[in-house]
């Protein structure tokens, strides 16, 4: 059924190449042009949600009434601003493989895309991690690692300003190595074009005021201790007792932290799609707003 939902948006990437029923190119330097791409936007992006209704595993889970109007008028208003899109959701949702579709599919178009994960921004703990011996140990004597008081939210903050202004930033890296190091003005982010940021401090506090698109993905909880005790098994050396115990963490803290978070979100994305299937909705929506009579 997944083939059949490509094959049909392939015939209709076809069909739309091989129309005659085409609009002459807008000027997008002067406002009239970039209003009537708003107008063509707007309506092909809902004939796409439509169509993805109708498939075997729909990605669209939700689609806040007002997001592509408001996007729309955003392109009109300040079409020099960077487009900043947040992905955020549980742990082992797929919001990482999501990004990389996304980041993939622009890149085919050649249009410069930037990536920026906020778990680099966690607060540093390597001395507290010596303190109690192990993150784990850590972990268990109660501290809370995914709460926004974990992460340095304020140069978050600062940094995704600067990349929406068009400026390079150096981010933190947050070591993945047990240690709790956080190493400051430590990765390079270009200000692309297109920016889009991962990790669940996406919508933490005001962060999310930043984001043009807000993208939370929603998968379900067996599907998601499947991916996280696979990956812990696999990625990160961890004996069952202890992926276990982070399992029921993330489980309450998911709750408490993330789940609020969906409301604010223009997309809720299934993050048990096909990614295939995923991108090739990209190309449409790309091929549906960039084909114009010569």
Known sequence: MIENDQDGLHHLIEKELASDEK?????????????????????????????????????????????????????????????????????????????????????????????????????????????????????????????????????????????ASGKNIYAPEYLPNGTGISVPNSKLITSNKIIIVEGMATMYDNIKDIFDVKVYVETDIETRKERFLHRAFTERNQDFNNAKKHWDYILVAGEKYIKPSKQYADLVLNGNSNMEYFCQLLEYLHTITNNYEN
Request: overall charge positive.
């Open 23 to 163: 609009i002459l190119k807008p000027d997008f330097s002067q406002k009239a042009g970039r209003e009537m791409l708003a107008i063509y936007l707007q309506t092909k992006f809902k004939q796409l949600v439509k169509f993805d209704s109708l498939a075997h595993n729909p990605i669209f889970a939700d689609v806040k009434g007002d997001f592509i109007q408001n996007f729309a008028q955003r392109l009109v208003s300040n079409p020099q601003k960077r487009i900043m899109i947040g992905i955020t959701g549980e742990s082992a949702s797929g919001k990482s493989t999501l990004c990389k579709a996304i980041s993939n599919v622009i890149k085919s178009f050649q249009m410069p895309v930037s990536i920026l994960a906020t778990d680099n921004y966690f607060n540093d703990i390597s001395d507290l991690i010596a303190k109690y011996g192990s993150f784990d140990n850590l972990r268990d004597n109660g501290y809370d690692v995914d709460s926004p008081a974990s992460f340095q939210l304020d140069v978050l903050k600062r940094d995704l300003q600067l990349l």
